[in-house]
């Protein structure tokens, strides 16, 4: 199938393509097109009334500008959401094929599994883990920058390499990305990477089938050993004496070792203090909590991966409220990306807010350090900053807000911006009418009475009230 629209179209994307970062060219163009042509206006098909808003704020003067240099005779480009456009196969090959990568991006990550001596399977090779894309920051570096050297020089000066740090902190990535870097230099290198409740269960097999012989030359034999969450050897009497003698053996021969685990050495109580010795003879570095903008860097690295640009103040919302460990952030990014592949719903701060609810990470607010002073007054919200964040929280325009649109994506966000300017900023009926494009200020006592009223039925609303609430800065009174 081809028509002159469609291929003009598809020099459009192209160009815009060379302008825009994968993901966000990725989210927002996929599934549009022209869908007709009349003198020198131009329809454009959009899949999703969600993508309406975003167009015109961002991509409106850009795919204009694209038109004209390749027809100048186009003067204007008007909208047309089209959900059949979602999911026309047609259209759907038409941009593989143009753009076969995007299937690439799509596709998660494989674990893979590495053969590295007879009988012992390891499971390092999990390739989304490098040092490349494992994020910087204070909370990480010494740690980071240890792997940097043990990938660059195996068995050198910091043997063994012990890293600690709580759960989802990165050692495991750290660890894997190691071996991943000293596997691309050296790619016959015998990597061997456990954790230490599977070398627990080799040890017990071992000894049932009398193979213990075996076992420990399996485990001597590596380049390098790499052994995870060593907290689980905490009272495995004969496991830390079999890890113990092949350390040593290891280390000996300057065979390099990875150790990671969740508290430093010598608080590992219930471990022989022979093998706590051993760890600290080597490097020791630690990973910490990540601060705001290590967390903003890793989630947009993230996103990147997953092939899913999110908006800035997207990312900023769950940077500021994912506090408790990366595997958090990333959990509410995989959400996110499975709401926008199955629902097609891009994420805003709505739903990532209202998705944080549901997963029980209600986003925290942190108290004021009790200093014995009285706390200034919070300060006061003003009208723009009002619309401005109910604009943020919900995607649509403060235009819009105040503008005469009745679809229901804008209507609501109109009336509870209403009931706030009413509730906090104590607004009369009549200047609220006037701020919302001269209205009669008996439709703003409609409005504030209608979300009054469902505020006390609707336990959703009043979530996503409270919610909006905190976000602009109103605080309870
Ligand atoms: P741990 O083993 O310490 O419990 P993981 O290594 O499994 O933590 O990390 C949890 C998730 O967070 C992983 O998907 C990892 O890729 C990611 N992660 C942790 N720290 C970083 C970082 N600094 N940069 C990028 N991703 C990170
Ligand atoms: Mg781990």
């Not at 230099?185 to 070398?199: F, G, K, Q, V």
Request: hydrophobic share 40%; aromatic share 6%; net charge neutral.
């Amino acid at each position: 199938m081809s028509s002159p629209d469609l291929d003009l179209w598809l020099k459009v994307l192209a160009k815009i393509e060379a302008q825009l970062q994968r993901g966000q060219f990725i989210t927002w163009f996929k599934d549009t097109t022209v869908l007709g042509r009349d003198g020198a206006t131009v329809v454009i098909g959009l899949p999703l009334p969600m993508f309406l808003n975003w167009h015109l704020e961002h991509y409106r003067t850009l795919t204009l500008d694209t038109l004209r240099e390749i027809d100048p005779t186009i003067e204007h480009i008007v909208y047309q959401v089209d959900v059949g456009l979602k999911d026309d196969p047609l259209r759907t090959l038409r941009l593989l094929e143009h753009f076969p990568e995007k299937q690439k991006m799509r596709k998660l990550p494989n674990k893979s599994e590495m053969k590295i001596a007879e009988g012992l399977t390891s499971k390092m090779g999990n390739s989304r883990y490098t040092l490349e894309n494992f994020v910087v920051g204070a909370n990480n570096r010494l740690a980071h920058a240890a792997c940097l050297s043990v990938a660059a020089q195996p068995g050198g000066k910091y043997n063994p390499l012990f890293l600690y740090g709580g759960v989802g902190l990165g050692k495991t990535h750290l660890l894997q990305a190691t071996g991943n870097a000293i596997l691309r230099t050296t790619p016959n290198a015998r990597i061997l990477y456990t954790t230490s409740e599977d070398a627990t269960n080799q040890v017990i097999e071992a000894i049932q089938h009398q193979k213990m012989e075996q076992l420990r030359r399996r485990y001597r034999e590596v380049d390098v050993f790499i052994i995870d969450d060593v907290q689980f050897l905490v009272n495995k009497e004969r496991t830390q004496e079999e890890i113990f003698h092949t350390l040593n053996t290891l280390l000996e021969d300057h065979k390099q070792v990875i150790i990671s685990s969740d508290r430093a050495p010598k608080e590992l109580s219930g471990l022989q203090d022979r093998l706590v010795s051993r760890f600290e003879r080597g490097m020791i570095a630690d990973l910490s909590q990540p601060d705001y903008e290590t967390r903003y860097a890793i989630l947009a690295e993230k996103s990147k991966e997953y092939g899913l640009l999110l908006d800035q103040k997207v990312v900023a919302y769950i940077a500021e409220h994912a506090t408790r460990s990366i595997r958090q952030l990333e959990g509410i990014l995989m959400q996110a990306v499975a709401q926008y592949e199955l629902e097609h719903c891009v994420p805003t701060v709505k739903s990532i807010a209202d998705m944080m609810l549901k997963l029980g990470d209600e986003p925290v607010v942190l108290q004021e350090p009790d200093t014995g002073f009285v706390s200034p007054p919070a300060h006061a919200v003003s009208f723009q900053e009002l619309m401005e964040g109910v604009s943020r929280y919900y995607s649509v325009s403060v235009s819009d807000i105040i503008g005469q649109s009745r679809v229901r994506e804008v209507l609501v966000p109109r009336h509870i911006a209403m009931y706030m300017g009413k509730k906090h900023l104590r607004m009369s009926f009549v200047r609220l009418g006037e701020s919302f494009s001269n209205r009669d200020h008996t439709t703003v006592m409609h409005a504030v009475t209608k979300i009054t009223n469902k505020l006390a039925e609707d336990p959703q609303l009043l979530r996503e009230v409270r919610t909006l609430e905190r976000e602009v800065g109103f605080v309870e009174r």
